[in-house]
C-alpha cells in the first residue's frame, strides 16, 4: 500500500539518495552536478514548509521511493504566485506511475495554497518527466537552446507551465490512464 | 575589464560608492513596472549581494555622463544551479532621463562582447511583452524570442507575462 504524506526530518537520509539516484544514473533529470548530502536535506526540509511542502511516496515496508517539492520559481524566487514542481522517484521504483501520482497530489496542493499556476525546468532530453508532466496538463512555454552543460554535453532545457486554473487534462487524461495500471 | 569613451561619457566597472545610485535606478523601473527580476524595490544591501556577491565571473558597469550615473548594466548568473554556467542573463537600466538617446543599446552591444571573452555560451533577457521598442531593440541585438511563461508577474488587479529571449555569444 503506498501513501503520500509531508515530508518530516527523518526523510532527510532517503530524499538525499533519491535525488542523488537522477545524478548518478545521469538521467538529465537536475543541473546539480554534484550529489547533494543528508545534512544539506535538514535546512531544506526547514524551509519546506507551506507555501511551498515537500512530500514522499511510502511503499509499506520499503519505505520513502520517491518524493515531490513545491519550490519557489528559481529563475525569479520573489514571484508570489507561482512555484516550480519537483518529483524524484526511487531507481528501483521508476514508470510505475509513481511520478505521476505525486505530480497529481502536489498539483492539488499548489491550487489549495492559493499558486496561479506551476511551472517545470526540465532538460529537453528527460522525455519521461515532459511526458508525465504533459499528461498532467503542463504544456511547454519555451525552450532555451544549450543552456546548461551536463555530463560534457550541451542540452536543452524546456520551461512548462500548468495553469491552475485548469482541471481538463488531470481529469481526463492521467487520472484514466493511472486507473487502467491499477 | 573595458572602458568605452564617448564625448563626455564612458563606461566603466561599479565600485562601491555606485551602489546607491545603481540601486535608485533599479527601483525607479520597478516602480514603473519595467523590470522583472523583483515585485518590490531593492534595498542597496540587497543590490550589493546581487551584483558583487558572485564575483569575478560576473560584472556590472555603469553609464556616467559628466560625472552623473544615467545607466548601469550587469553580467548576472542565470540560474544557480552549477551545470547552467555557461549562461548569462543580461541586465540593462537607463534612467528615465536618459533614455532614448542609444545607451541600452551601447550598453548592451558592450556586455555582449565582454560576456563572449569571458567564455559565456550564451545570454538571456528576461523581459514584459511592452514596451514594444524594448523588445525590438532586443531583436535588434540578435536575440531570439523564445516563449513566454503566461500571468506570472503581480500588476494591479491582474497578471503580467514574461518573455524570454537568447542569443548565442
Redo the contacts between chains.
Sequence with gaps: MQEIRPARESDAAIIAEIYNHAIEDRLFATCDVKPVTAESRLPWLAFHKDPFPAFVIEDGANGVIGWSALNQFSVRPMYPAIAELSVYVHRNYRNKFLGGRLFLHTIGVARKLGFQSLVSLTLEKNKPSIRGLMAVGFRKALILREVAMLHGERVDVAWLQKDLSDWTNEESGYMKRLGETQ | MIAYQKSESSIRAIDAADLPRITAIFNEAIEAGEC?????PRTVEQMTAWLTGDLPDYETYVYESSGDVQAWAAITR??????????VELVVFVTRAARHAGIGGQLMNMLLERAKQLGF??A?L?LFPEPLYVIESAKKLGFGE?????????AEGS?RD?V?F?R?L
Design positions: 522583472t527580476n523583483d515585485v518590490r542565470y540560474h544557480e544551479r552549477e551545470a547552467y554556467r555557461p549562461t555560451h550564451s538571456v528576461i523564445l516563449g513566454r511563461l503566461h500571468n506570472v508577474y503581480p497578471w514574461i524570454l537568447q548565442r
